[in-house]
C-alpha cells in the first residue's frame, strides 16, 4: 500500500509541475502581448496628438 501512495504522490507532483509549466508559458505569452499592445497603443497616441497640436505637415 504504500508503494501505491508513493506513485500517486509523484504522479501528481509531475501534473502538477506540468500545469505549472503550461501556465507560466501561458503568462508570459500575456505579458508579452500586452506590453506589444500598449507600445503600439502609445505610438498611435503620439502620432495623433503630434499631428493634430504641432500639424507636421
Not at 508559458?25 to 505579458?31: D, I, P, R, S, Y
Not at 500598449?38 to 504641432?54: C, R
Amino acid at each position: 500500500m504504500s508503494k501505491k501512495k508513493k506513485i500517486k504522490k509523484t504522479n501528481t507532483n509531475n501534473v502538477q509541475k506540468i500545469l505549472e509549466q503550461q501556465q507560466s508559458e501561458k503568462n508570459n505569452t500575456l505579458v508579452f502581448g500586452g506590453i506589444l499592445l500598449a507600445m503600439s497603443s502609445i505610438g498611435l497616441l503620439i502620432f495623433v496628438l503630434s499631428d493634430k497640436v504641432f500639424h507636421l505637415n
